[in-house]
DNA sequence: TATGAATGAGGTTTCATTCAT
DNA sequence: AATGAATGAAACCTCATTCAT
């Protein structure tokens, strides 16, 4: 006899349901406010069970920490090592970066909504990845300064803060049920990026 | 014998004393990993005088929301409101909104971190507001748009999340002790905007 | 309407009501296996009660082992540094060491089981003070042999560490309610200790 | 590829190894202390393979109270079985049992301290094979003292009691790093305990 | 003979809040 | 206007043990 499953996803293993169950109630009500009771109850295992693969709850926000890192690390470094003249470069790397965002919302909202909650190490940790992937898009920004493409009486650190803070954000607003497609919001908000930096 | 009193100024009444006290941590550690116990003890009263004032825990929480909306709302509307042509009243929004929420920070930090604590009420309440605020801005645009001092390819609601997106994250990055202060950062930000709207 | 009370002797308040039934249940049961729960029910209070008095459960061991230490040293000092020639001296330290002992059988049974579950940095304070009385207790003995009133072909410390053996094990056997009371027991062991020690 | 194994000595069998393992976790950090996980970690073996030897977690500290009854019996035995006279008999048994206990430190360490774990059943088992032992040694004072041998104003019984007390708290000051061996304290505890038995 | 995922009961602790004073 | 002892619910976590393989 098997137990009746909210969220049984057929064989979906027992870390990956958690992780899954936690993410969503995560970014839907809030880590400290999420039990993990309810998370077991909705992934259908018991205490014991989660505890069997995650050292404590905290355990469970780091990994979706470390699964964002990747996920969008990845991704980036593609979209800014391919060919192409550097307007185009980067218009790809903003566009992406919000069609990446845009299909992982719920790690991007725990992500800023949850920050200080990680342990210090963590947090340490995470916030040098994070400086990594910002620094790899100033580097992009500076390569068309200097050659004179991008207008360059702006600093291209507060230009890289300026958009990420806009793609950040998009956990607040957007709605997967609206009108405007993850891609479409790219377009556009590569578009004002790129038009905000002629000379 | 009275007690010592971290952040005593002299005469500050007991109310605001443990306003401004729970703000600061509320920025610094988060709400939910913040005591009331570690309010009263900073603010240097005790649990029974706080509640005397405050219903609540999460009635310091609303207070905090609530002085953020009154006062980011009164500047805004007096710079809107100004005389002169769209874009400039625009850019001195725009401009004046980042200087605001520098000036304010750890009201920032707390409003976009914390708005899933509040009572659903309350909740409601502050996203109405903060809709007024929004939809003044985009009035703004929509009006230059219709004038063609602005380009008509980008939703204007969309331009407003971008923007302001950008400005509410500057609680994860902006520096007081950095180089650049929070007007020169306004400028900057609004020249951005401005730029990326060029026809 | 007042609770009704297991253990409750009129007005005892509830820190020393805590205490007196956590020395019972520990000595009793033993610390591990005695849970809050067991205390706070014995005691007529409430967990939350308990936890405004102690800021844990091995607070209240460690509360244990300050009484004990306190209460031990200063009947001791008081009958060491009484007059009188070096052997009545001993022997009335002896005696005593053994009455107060008895009178607070639960209080030694835990000490010596318990010891290994205190923070380390009590444990370290807790050998200190215990050295402190051990060493009191040498140079009596030392004394005697300086002046050739004890034999000397038996280092003192060693003879200490026999004697208290003897002394802390009592826990083990000693039954308040058979036929020799601690005084009697503690005359027959100074007899011995100090026959031990003739020339 | 094998796991690295604490104190893995070649083909020491499995149970063994358990045990060995267990008896000093617990004399190092006590039992109700000590996880089963902990145990089986260093014994460089899985739970699994823990309970197909032993039944439970207190099976092993049955085994181990077991184990120390019949290597202090036997010795005793041998000792107090012995020709020549009672003064000489007692003088080593004494000093058998002090060397006995220092080499199995760890053992007796254990005794005093968690005999209030076990299981009640065990606990009387336990404590009828040491009173048969306590009983042993009682018998040859009173032999002593039917022959004039000893002095008679003293309850052998107390001076069972008295003796073993100091032996049985070796575990608290004895250090095998120490100027004097086990034989050595063996000898003094001896001469301590014939010479407190002159007439 | 051995694995290790999973259980489930129970443990300690935290904390917003109340209330007699 | 203020105290602080006390509540009680709920939180996170541990761990000996079981069982299908």
Do not use: C
């Not at 230009?159 to 497609?181: I, K, M, P, Q, R």
Request: net charge negative.
């Amino acid at each position: 006899m098997t137990r009746a499953r909210t969220g049984d996803t057929g064989d979906e293993p027992v870390p990956q349901r958690l992780l899954r169950v936690a993410t969503r109630l995560f970014a839907e009500r809030g880590f400290e406010v999420t039990s993990v009771q309810q998370i077991v109850d909705e992934a259908g295992v018991t205490k014991g069970a989660m505890y069997h693969y995650f050292g404590s709850k905290d355990d469970l926000l780091s990994e979706i920490y470390g699964r964002v890192l990747r996920v969008q690390m990845a991704r980036m470094e593609e979209a800014a090592n391919s060919t192409g003249p550097v307007w185009q470069r980067l218009h790809s790397v903003a566009a992406d970066v919000v069609a990446t965002t845009v299909a992982n919302l719920d790690d991007t909202v725990i992500f800023f909504r949850s920050m200080h909650l990680l342990h210090p190490d963590k947090q340490t940790e995470v916030r040098a990845e994070r400086r990594r992937y910002h620094e790899r898009v100033r580097e992009l920004i500076a390569e068309g300064q200097r050659t004179g493409v991008f207008r360059d009486d702006k600093p291209a650190d507060l230009v890289v803060d300026y958009f990420f803070g806009a793609v950040h954000h998009l956990g607040t607003w957007f709605n997967n049920e609206g009108e405007l497609s993850g891609e479409r919001v790219g377009e556009h908000f590569a578009d004002l990026l790129l038009d905000s930096l002629r000379p």
